[in-house]
């Protein structure tokens, strides 16, 4: 089983940045749309972004311009660059692995995001 363990979540003013990290315990962006949700308090989880095996993102219109994925292949790594942080922002950010064809759906344990002066 697949296991997506994120990281570098915290707490930060508004406007400044952070980096998201999710680790793959295997090597599996070659077959497997990775993304990045986030859940705030009250509110339905929503996507952020989506990087296909063959590298084409997708963006949320509300991060366009802020939020950059990326990936690390050798590294089996996935990215979240936040910049410009808002405290709208603030929520639990979760990675996914996705495989439709096959049904499979992955999710981390998420990380806590606090956006606040």
């Known amino acids: 089983q697949v296991q997506l363990v994120e990281s570098g979540g915290g707490l930060v003013q508004p406007g400044e940045s952070l980096r998201l990290s999710c680790a793959a315990s295997?090597?599996?962006?070659?077959?497997?749309?990775m993304g990045w949700y986030r859940q705030a308090p009250g509110k339905q989880r929503e996507l952020i972004a989506t990087?296909?095996?063959?590298?084409?993102?997708n963006y949320a219109d509300f991060v366009k311009g802020r939020f950059t994925i990326s990936r690390d292949n050798a590294r089996n790594t996935l990215y979240l660059q936040m910049n410009g942080l808002k405290p709208e922002d603030t929520a639990v950010y979760y990675c996914?692995?996705?495989?439709?064809?096959?049904?499979?759906?992955?999710w981390g344990q998420g990380t806590q995001v606090t956006v606040a002066s």
């Open positions: 295997e090597s599996i962006f070659s077959i497997y749309i």
């Open positions: 990087i296909t095996p063959r590298g084409s993102t």
């Open positions: 996914n692995a996705e495989r439709p064809v096959f049904r499979l759906n992955l």
